[in-house]
């Protein structure tokens, strides 16, 4: 006995037609369907879909004491402001990459279980079908569209690096404030006690009526505001190490002992060199004029996308399956159409996105001038800062050089018994110490600066100094 498939027999296919289409469609689609609930249930469960809150401590803990040359080289440092570019560049990067795949062949299940009225009949209107499908020509549309996102997620990039490059040097400031830190406590520390062996001479003086009631008042009052300058320095100590961990992305992860870098990479250098004209035009290599270039670049793309977006579209488009529920009468079993769309009027609606197209490209270039304007100036400050070093380092060599004789005048007479103390001498040289370290920290700075400005990294190679040489207040 031979048997004829259901869609064969006009009648049996009317009374079966609509659960044997519905069960065609769920078996076609469970596997389909469990698939991507599993794939959904799988990345819900890690990955951005999920709300975290970021650790502030690290997974290794900071090493004591503290070089600036492990945090520039090995740290994982985190910068929450680099983060937002790199989301940034990834949903650019995202973007363009939907538009490289949208003219692609596209392949779809089209499953209806439907019921009209024909003829004034109730027919079933059922459909379970393949649709093959294809962009022909857009006129160049999406290839636009995809170009300009592309760029601007290059731009992205280019800001993500930058700004990378730009936390480092908020590193180094941070790590060199801490160590400033230990230095002014130190001399604010060494002040203090000196005002308060003062006071204590004014009282024992005064018990025995050889000052007067206003000169032991001024001795507390000189102990009381040493000691205020004291209290302030030590909190200080605490407060540039917490700012130092927030810089860092970790606010948990406190440094100890810091160790003064080596920076000789910087002193290498000789400002007489610069010149001022070549500084201003080496602005141009910065990399936030480079990234604003790259979406003025970018937005060019969009503005030829504005023009072509009136343009034909032709798409091919082809079905295989069942396409109505009485194939013998109407649709057959498969179907080929190859379409074309082109707009005739739309009002005006493509000249004024062609308008704001071009207002955004004027938008970007007026940017770059004015960006452009403010690095000149950045990197003129930075130049006659650079060329006043050596005078300031002059002076704070010669401080230096009186502080030391200070000091040996000050023990002179002490051991020839002429004074019961040193005096200030030790403050004298503490402060010598403090303002030599700030300079060399001044020049690192000013010098990293200006590398950024033209769009050159990070010196990275700076090397903590040796046990020979000094440490910080907090190492001791």
Excluded: C
Aim: net charge negative; proline share 4%; glycine share 4%.
């Amino acid at each position: 006995m031979k048997v004829t498939p259901f869609f064969t027999l006009r009648g049996v296919q009317r009374h079966f037609a609509l659960p044997v289409l519905a069960s065609s469609l769920l078996l076609a689609m469970s596997p389909h369907v469990i698939a991507e609930e599993k794939k959904v249930a799988e990345s819900t469960q890690t990955g951005p879909e999920i709300w975290t809150v970021t650790s502030q401590m690290p997974a290794q803990p900071l090493p004591n004491p503290l070089t600036l040359e492990y945090l520039l080289n090995e740290f994982p440092l985190r910068s929450y402001q680099a983060g937002l570019n790199q989301a940034l560049w990834q949903v650019n990067q995202a973007q363009a990459q939907s538009y490289a795949v949208q003219n692609n062949v596209q392949l779809n299940l089209e499953g209806r279980l439907s019921r009209r009225e024909f003829t004034e009949e109730a027919q079933s209107h059922n459909r379970l079908a393949l649709h093959f499908g294809k962009v022909l020509y857009d006129g160049n549309l999406n290839q636009k569209q995809q170009l300009a996102l592309q760029g601007m997620a290059d731009a992205e990039k280019i800001r993500f690096e930058a700004q990378r490059e730009l936390h480092k040097i908020s590193v180094m400031r941070a790590f060199f404030d801490a160590i400033l830190a230990d230095f002014q406590f130190r001399i604010d520390n060494e002040a203090m006690a000196i005002e308060y062996i003062a006071f204590d001479k004014t009282k024992d003086r005064h018990s025995l009526g050889r000052v007067s009631d206003v000169d032991l008042l001024q001795a507390e009052s000189n102990y009381q505001t040493a000691l205020l300058n004291r209290s302030r320095s030590e909190q200080n100590l605490l407060k540039m190490r917490l700012f130092l961990a927030n810089t860092l992305g970790y606010a948990e992860a406190r440094p100890d002992k810091l160790q003064l870098p080596n920076l000789k990479i910087y002193a290498q250098r000789d400002a007489k060199q610069l010149k001022l004209n070549e500084l201003q035009q080496s602005v141009e290599q910065h990399p936030q004029l480079v990234a604003l270039k790259q979406q003025w670049q970018a937005q060019l793309h969009k503005v030829v996308a504005a023009r072509n977006a009136n343009r034909p579209v032709i798409r091919a488009d082809a079905w295989v399956g069942q396409l109505s529920s009485y194939p013998e009468l109407r649709e057959g079993s498969w179907r080929a159409d190859l379409s074309l769309q082109m707009p005739l009027y739309d009002s005006g609606l493509q000249d004024s996105q062609i308008e704001q197209e071009q207002a955004k490209l004027q938008h970007y270039q007026a940017q770059y001038d004015a960006l452009s304007m403010e690095l000149r100036e950045q990197v003129t400050d930075l130049y006659f800062q650079l060329q006043l070093l050596k005078t300031e380092q002059k002076k704070h060599y010669l401080f230096g050089d009186y502080a030391d004789l200070y000091l040996d005048y000050s023990r002179a007479l002490y051991e020839n018994e002429t004074a019961t103390d040193l005096g200030d001498s030790m403050v004298r040289l503490s402060e010598a110490n403090y303002n030599m370290t700030e300079w060399q920290f001044k020049q690192a700075l000013l010098w990293a600066q200006l590398d950024y400005l033209q769009g050159k990294p990070l010196a990275l190679f700076v090397a903590a100094k040796t046990e020979s040489e000094p440490q910080s207040d907090a190492e001791k």
